[in-house]
C-alpha cells in the first residue's frame, strides 16, 4: 500500500507543476511558423475530417471540424436540449424513457463509428450512456439520435460502444459490480456476489435497430474500456479491468493492491455457436427500447423483459483473462488486430499482448489456474513485450497505419509516439494539460486516417482567458504526418470531451439530410397546406394544428382556450428549402421552444393558468420579416363561453375569401 501512496504523491506533485501561462515559452515555442495556415479553413471552405466529440456530463455529441476546430454542432442525445426541443415537446420526449422513468440527463462517453470490412463506413455513430446505463445510436444524414436502447443488469456503463469490425455488434461493458438480479443486500458481501455484465448488442444491417442478442455474467470486478478484435483477431472482444480485487470502499487504495488484473478476452463468435446450440437462459429484466420513427419523426418507448444470459462456464473456451499490470484503463487493438495493449494505469511499463500468442497459449493450455472458472493464460505465454517508463499514467492508445501508436499520459500530461513491434518511443509531445482520451480519425479501426491526432484534456486552466471558477475542457489538435508530431491548434469542448471519433468529410457530407419532403410527412397531426390548418376542442384538450412558411403562422389568431384546458400545438413547417427551420414559443409555457425543421411537425404543450392574449412567435431569425412571425391565442376564464375561433388575416384558413 505504502508504493501507492508514494506513488500518488508523485502524481499530485508533477500535475501542480505543470508549465504556467501562455507567455511562457513552453506554449509558444511548441508551435512552429506554419501551424497557423495548416488549421486554416479560409471562409467558404469546408474542413476535412468532421470529429464527433463526446459532450461527457453535458450528454450530447458535439459535431466539430478539422483542422479548423470549428464547432457545428450539438447533437442532442442523452440530455434535454432546450435549444432544439429536444426531450421537451411530445415527439422526442419517449427518447429519454427509461426503467426509471423520464431521466433528463445523461453522461455520453464514447463515441464510434460503424464500420464494413474493418473500416469506418459513415453509416452511423454510437455512444454510451454512462450513469443510467444506455447506448445510443446516431444516424450520420440527419445527424439525429435514431434509438437508445437500455442496458439491463448493469451499472456505470464505461467499457462502451464499440463495435465489431462489420458492425455486427456493438458492445456495452458494466464499470460497477452490482447484485443481479438487484436485491437488498449488505455491501461488505460485494466479493463473489456482486456480477458485472457485458452485453452484446446485434445492430440490424439495414435499418440500424439495436437489440441485446446475449449478456456474459461476468465476475464482479469493474470493467473499464473495451475494443474489439479485427482482421485476424476479428472474432474476438477485450475487455480492461480494474478492482479485481472486489473492493467494495476506498477503491483508490483497496483496488490498487493486485500487482496484475486482467484484460478479458471474449471469443463471440464461439458465443454465438454455442448459443445457436441451446446455450445460455432468459432472465426477467425491465429496460427500456426508444426509437424514433423517421416517418413519422415521432419516438416511441418499449419496456423490454428478457434478456438472454451467457455464463462463462456453460461456454468452455471462449472466454479468457490476460493478466495486464495495473489497473488497465485503455485497452487497444492495433490496425493489425495482432497487438492488445494494456494501459496499465499505475504500471511503470506499457504492456502488448499479442494475439498469436494467446492462441498458441490457449491451444497449450498454457494457464495459470483460474478466476471464478475463467482460464488466467500465464503473462509470459501471451504477452508480446513491453515499452519500459513510457511515462507516467498511460489512459488511451490509437495507432497510425505506419506501425505507430499513440498514448496519453494523465499524470506526466503528454502524447507519446512508439513503435508497437520495436517497442521503442520516438517521440513525445506536452499537452495541456491532464490528457485523457486521443483520437486518430479511424484510429479503432483497420485503416487510420492518419493526418491528424485529436488530444482531449481534463484540464485546461491557464490555456484560455478564464471564465470564473469553470473553465472550459479543451482538445488538442497535432499533425502526424511526420516523424515529430507537430502541435497546431488548441480548441475549447462542451462538457467532457471523453473520446471522439473521426472521419473523412467527404464520407458523408454527400448524403448529409437537406430537407425533409412535406409529401413524406407521416405524422398523425401534421398539416400539408394552410387550407389544412384548424382547431379543434376535445373536452378539455384543445389541439392547434397550426403551419408556418416565412413569415407567418397559420392560424395566427387564435379564441376559445381557457384556463384549466391542455393546449397541443402540434405546428408543422411547411417550408421545402434547405436551411430554413422555423421556431415555436409561447410565453408562460413550462417547456422549452421546437426548433422544426423544412417538411416536419412538432408538438408542444401549454397550459395557460390566467386569462388574458397571449403572444407566441418564432424563435429562428427565418427571414427579413422574422420579427413579424407572431401569433395571439385569447385565453378566457374557465366557465367562458367563448367559442373555438381561429383565423388567419381575419379569414378562417381555408375557406374562400368573399
Ligand atoms: Cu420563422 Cu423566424
Redesign the pocket.
Known sequence: MKSIFAFLTVAVFLVSCNPAPTSSKSSKGALTGNAAEKVYVAPGQYDEFYAFISGGFSGQLAVYGLPSGRLFRVIPVFSQDPEKGYGYNEETKPMLNTSHGFVPWGDSHHPDISQTNGELDGRWVFINENNTPRIARISLETFETEEIIEIPNSAGNHSSSFVTENSEYVVAGTRFGVPIPQRDMPISEYKGNFKASLSFIKINQESGNMNIAFQLRMPGFDYDLSHPGRGKSHGWFFFSMYNTEEAHSLLEVNASQNDKDFIAAVNWKKIEEYIKAGKGHKEKVKYAHNTWNDDTHTATSKMENEVLVVNPQDVPGAIYFLPTPKSPHGCDVDPTGEYIIGNGKLAAAMTVHSFTKMQKAIADKAFDGDKYGIPIIKFEAVNYGTLEQPGLGPLHTEFDTRGNAYTTFFISSEVVKWNVKDLKVIDRHPVYYSVGHLMIPGGNSRKPFDKYLVAMNKITKDRYLPTGPEVCQSAQLFDISGDKMELLLDFPTIGEPHYAAGIPAKMIMDKSQKIYKLEDNKHPDAVKTEADTKVVRKGNEVHIYMS?I??HFSPDNIEGVKVGDKVFFHVTNLEQDYDVP??FAMIGAQTAEMLIMPGRTATSVWEPKEVGVWPFY??????AL?QE?QGYVRVSAKGAKTPIKYTLDDEVPGEEEE
Do not use: I, L
Open positions: 408556418m416565412r413569415s422555423h421556431g418564432c424563435t429562428d431569425f427565418c427571414s422574422h412571425m
